[in-house]
């Protein structure tokens, strides 16, 4: 069965520096979506980063870059030059093969950006 | 940038009343889900629907739960006698394409309380 591990419940940065939120999962499909999703305390489920299990090159977008080990099976979520607006939960969730259409989510991180 | 639009926000309503909520999903989009949130819990799916019929459902969407895509633009998901247990935050999302490595777009989000 496909499984999602989140063991940061909560995450604590100094503004400026980079953070480092941590994503296992477990999976014998060969073809899968990684994605990070931020979640505000508004609500909504704001899209970050995306990684396909045969792309070689790890993904970045902007300051988020997501560190892929396939042979580990983690990919987590690199921020670098943390914002006190990067104060958010944050998903890992991931699209198997085998498991259709749905999203499976991560149990997320609280991550709390310091002054 | 196209986004998915989710009415009402918060939606209070008496157990046992019926409650439908509301998604335009993004209009060149195919596939569209609707998930759930407990509050201070992890996303689950609901529901996919694709081609006017449901593609997958979870064990969570019984029989009190049902979709429609009434029009060309809205996409709703009807509770139809609602308990306690119903309160969260429920997210329509739409995507273009239906492989592993697509994601989707969520809307903002509707907060059903069942008082």
């Known amino acids: 069965a496909q499984k999602i591990t989140q063991t940061q419940p909560g995450m604590f940065v100094q503004e400026k520096e980079a953070v480092t939120l941590d994503c296992t999962y477990d999976?014998?499909?060969?073809?899968?979506?990684l994605f990070w999703y931020k979640q505000p305390s508004s609500g909504e489920m704001i899209f970050l980063i995306y990684?396909?299990?045969?792309?070689?090159q790890n993904a970045t977008e902007g300051r988020y870059s997501l560190n892929f080990q396939k042979a580990r099976k983690s990919a987590n979520l690199v921020i670098s030059a943390s914002q006190l607006g990067d104060s958010a939960m944050y998903f890992c969730?991931?699209?198997?093969?085998?498991?259709?259409?749905?999203?499976?989510f991560g149990e997320g991180t609280q991550l709390t950006v310091n002054p | 940038e196209p986004e998915v639009t989710q009415t009402p926000s918060h939606q209070v309503t008496q157990m046992g009343q019926e409650v439908i909520l509301r998604c335009v999903p993004i209009?060149?989009?195919?596939?569209f889900y609707w998930y759930r949130q407990i509050l201070g819990q992890k996303v689950e799916f609901l529901v996919s629907?694709?081609?006017?019929?449901?593609?997958?459902k979870s064990e969570i969407f019984d029989d009190q739960f049902s979709v429609e895509r009434p029009d060309g633009s809205n996409f709703t998901l009807k509770i139809r006698s609602t308990k306690l247990e119903d309160s969260a935050m429920y997210f329509c999302?739409?995507?273009?394409?239906?492989?592993?490595?697509?994601?989707?777009?969520f809307g903002s989000g509707t907060r059903l309380t069942v008082v």
């Open positions: 999976t014998s499909d060969q073809s899968y979506g």
């Open positions: 969730a991931m699209r198997f093969e085998t498991s259709g259409s749905r999203l499976t």
């Open positions: 990684q396909g299990s045969y792309d070689e």
């Open positions: 629907f694709y081609n006017n019929e449901i593609s997958e």
């Open positions: 209009s060149n989009h195919l596939y």
């Open positions: 999302a739409s995507s273009e394409w239906d492989t592993p490595n697509y994601g989707y777009t």
